[in-house]
């Protein structure tokens, strides 16, 4: 079995553990989701650079050396990931304060739906 | 010294609608907010909204010199930090990205006056927030390198998560964790398909990627095409395209009025993204990967309209009818784009640069209706009269005229621009019968809630219970609206523009040029796709080999 193989199949495996979260009713494991889906998305970003062995990842006089590139690109991938997720965990605590429900939807399943602005009408 | 600082000018000019609502940004949370209604009116939120709204004027002024000079044929091309491309990132202002910025600086201003009438006081940092908008927003038009793209979306979307949720309460809660979830999920998208295009091509520099992919061998240009078609997922939800448009009309209409007016432009960061990598980099010299999304865009574009101008059929509140004709709009757009020539991508910009500042007004006229109606609010039910019938009824006559194209407005010349370029192509009998056909629907649905706000008063409510709007946010959505219209008495030289611009982006070879120096970009073939030191390459060996 080569590394590709496994390092492709642990992408999908959590590729699919992500997006089976995210389909989830309640904000936390969506969460959850997000932030599996964001490990996948960042090492599939790394392996694009191809899979190296034996390879230095900064540039030196000799030698071979990995493709700096992605790594720089997961980096920067990372960071904004981070962010965004702090801001979803923080949005989904103000969520469930203002609704009393931590449904994605706002409202328990079953309760009156949609928004209410229309609901009126 | 002045000579100097001339040249200071010239120099960074490409750099400067980023930069300058960054630190404006920065300015403005070290300024402070204490946020609350016991802050309204006090001096330091005047002072706020004074630093705010010369930054916002100053940067509408830049953006207008860039379309100045992009209008004289010129590829503005800045190296940050001096690094060449395709080593460094470049920010390339051509026509298309200097009309971006000119239309998003252009709404700014009068948003933001209209902000300053009392919406920047109902929550916290709102100014702070609109400034990393336009950040993100001016980042996202001037980037020439896909991944800097990436990173300028994040900016502005994470600005409108915080906008989205501005004054608080249920509905925005509700709306803001679908929004916010379903642009993660797309950032994580746009992500695969910008690391699966680096894969295939070794560069994300647009000008590099437009070259490379025309020396593409079938099987990797499969690939590239995979990658691509990841990005139009993306592009297109935040274009709010079928089937990715259901987010919009529940986002928009939970948005306070100035957020929704700016949102105006974020659907059309998406189009603009589709222009540059299906448009461009995928356009009609990209060898086998040319036009992976012709057989889609056109289809999509014309469903879009169709759903959107049902949907505001169907609408139940004004504020939901105009966030349906966004989604509509959006789709005409896509409609010119699809087509695939020079003049139908012409005609889209033009009725672009409508749409948004149509749309903008639109939001804006929502809340002076919903406000002067008392507890029916925005809803499209009788209630009581609104405090000044002529000026709302007027300036709703005017926006609902033109969003559905009647002449001599510019959403007819648009509409009419885009019928006339896809004349001469095979799928002409479909775009005129769905442009013609959703009109008149349109119409009609904006006649029903124009008669039902206007005219449908409640008989035991004679008199107005609302008073009249103040005089800021009167003459701010005039002003909008003011500006959608005149978009008809400059069609002419507009319409020059556009058409240079849409000629300008199918002139690969020029940008590839102004960009890396020399046609063809050799001087990065040697160290791209990347080989490693040796030139050897780690994949599985191939069976029988020692």
Known sequence: MSLEFLVATGIGAVTAAGIYLILRGRTWPVVLGMTLLGYAVNVFIFAMGRLWQDAA????????????????????????????????????????????SDHVDGHEPGHRTGYGRDDAA | MSELLSLFFETHLPVLPVLLPMFTAVALLLMGDDGGEANHGGPLLQRRRLLSFVSVV??????????????????????????????????????????????????????LWYAAGGWDSRGRHFHTMFHFLLMGLSGAFVTGDLFNLFVFFEVLLIASYVLLVHGQGRE??????????????????????????????????????????????????????????????????????????????????AASAPVAAMFAIMTKVGVYSIIRVHGVILGEGAGHAALAAEPWLLPVALLTIGLGVLGALAARSLARLVSYLT??????ILAGIGLYTPA????????????????????????????QRGEAGDRLQPAAPVAQPVLLGIMTLLGAASVAGLPPLPGFLGKLM???????????????????????????????????????????????????????LTRATLGLLGLSLALAVGASPLKRYTDAAALQLADRAAYAQAVLGKVGGRAADTTRPYRGGEGEVILPKPKGTP
């Open chain 2, 172 to 253: 925005r809660f509700k709306a803001g964790v679908h929004y916010v979830v379903l642009n993660l999920v797309a950032s994580a998208l746009f992500l695969v398909g910008l690391a699966i295009i680096y894969g295939v091509a070794g560069t994300l520099n647009m000008a590099d990627l437009a070259l490379r992919v025309a020396r593409l061998d079938p099987e990797q240009a499969a690939l590239f095409k995979a990658g691509a078609m990841v990005l139009l997922v993306v592009f297109g939800l935040k274009a709010a395209i079928v089937p990715l448009y259901l987010w919009l009309p529940n986002t928009y209409a």
């Open chain 2, 418 to 472: 885009i019928l006339e370029s896809s004349a001469m192509t095979p799928a002409h009998a479909w775009v005129w019968s769905v442009v013609l056909v959703t009109s008149v629907m349109t119409l009609v649905g904006l006649a029903r809630a124009g008669s039902i706000l206007f005219w449908n008063v409640l008989p035991e409510s004679r008199h107005s219970i609302g008073a009249g709007s103040s005089v800021r």
């Open chain 2, 344 to 371: 139908a991508l012409s005609a889209a910009l033009y009725y672009m640069m409508h749409s948004v500042l149509a749309a903008a007004a639109l939001f804006l006229l929502v809340e002076l209706v919903a406000t």
């Open chain 2, 327 to 332: 989604v509509a709009s959006v789709g005409t």
């Open chain 2, 58 to 111: 100053l940067g509408a002024v830049l953006a207008w010199r860039l379309m100045g000079e992009a209008a004289l044929g010129a590829l503005n091309v800045y190296p940050v930090g001096g690094w060449p491309a395709p080593f460094g990132i470049v920010l390339v202002v051509d026509r298309l990205s200097a009309m971006m910025l000119a239309l998003t600086w252009t709404i700014a201003v009068p948003v």
């Open chain 1, 57 to 100: 990842p900064i540039l030196s006089a000799t030698g071979r050396v990995a493709d700096p590139l992605p790594q720089a690109l997961v980096l920067t991938a990372i960071v904004i990931g981070f962010a965004t997720t702090g801001f979803v965990v923080e949005l989904a605590l103000r969520s469930r304060h203002e609704t009393d």
